[in-house]
Every structure is written in structure tokens, then in C-alpha cells.
């Protein structure tokens, strides 16, 4: 089981940045990935990315805006989040999946995380 605490969330304005942090303690060695999910809106997948970070996915709407980047020394993910535009607007939260898993359904992670709210004004 892996425990996972989100932070770095906050209000910024359209073109602006943020990087969120997820840090995780227990059974690490898991490929981490973020999800969003808007008022009214399903669950997306936004960025995932290996045990070693020798794998790395998003998904086409954060494509060019949004880095996945790991520090297993510190057990900490992160997600360096460029121009953002008013559709970033969600509850961001990172979760574990199995150590060599490379996809992107919910339903595959185990354990996630809290979340931490992003909201970008027009």
C-alpha cells in the first residue's frame, strides 16, 4: 500500500504556473500518475510516469504545458504545470499503480491521493 499527500495547489491566473507535488510514502516502487476532475465532469487522466522515469505519458490536452518528473530519493512526484488556461480548472490528485503499469485507467491504480484544488481565472 502506498500513501500518497498532495500539495501545490492554489489560484492563478490563465497563462500562468504551478507545480504540484505528490509525495508518497509505504510501497513506493509504483508508476504515479494525475488525474483531474472538473465540477460535473469524469475523472481524466493527465500525466503518468514510470518507477524509474524512463517512461512517460499524458494526455493530449496538457501535451507542451505539463511535466511528469520524479525524485525517488525524496519518494515525491511532480507536475510542473505551464500556460494554464481556465479548463486546468479541477481537483488534481495523484495516484499509484503497479510498478511496471504504463497506463492511464483509474480503475488500475490502488491507492490515491487527497487531492489539491487548481483553479485558473480567465
Known amino acids: 500500500q502506498v500513501q500518497l499527500v498532495e500539495s501545490g495547489g492554489g489560484l492563478v491566473q490563465a497563462g500562468g504556473s504551478l507545480r504540484l507535488s505528490c509525495a508518497a510514502s509505504?510501497?513506493?516502487?509504483?508508476?504515479l500518475g494525475w488525474f483531474r476532475q472538473a465540477p460535473g465532469k469524469e475523472r481524466e487522466f493527465v500525466a503518468l510516469?514510470?518507477?524509474?522515469?524512463?517512461?512517460?505519458s499524458y494526455a493530449d490536452s496538457v501535451k507542451g504545458r505539463f511535466t511528469i518528473s520524479r525524485d525517488n530519493a525524496k519518494n515525491t512526484v511532480y507536475l510542473q504545470m505551464n500556460n494554464l488556461k481556465p479548463e486546468d480548472t479541477a481537483i488534481y490528485r495523484c495516484?499509484?499503480?503497479?510498478?511496471?503499469?504504463?497506463?492511464?485507467?483509474?480503475?488500475?491504480?490502488?491507492?490515491w491521493g487527497q487531492g489539491t484544488q487548481v483553479t485558473v481565472s480567465s
Open positions: 509505504g510501497r513506493t516502487f509504483s508508476s
Open positions: 495516484a499509484a499503480g503497479g510498478r511496471y503499469y504504463y497506463g492511464n485507467d483509474p480503475a488500475d491504480f490502488g491507492s
Open positions: 510516469i514510470s518507477w524509474s522515469g524512463g517512461r512517460i
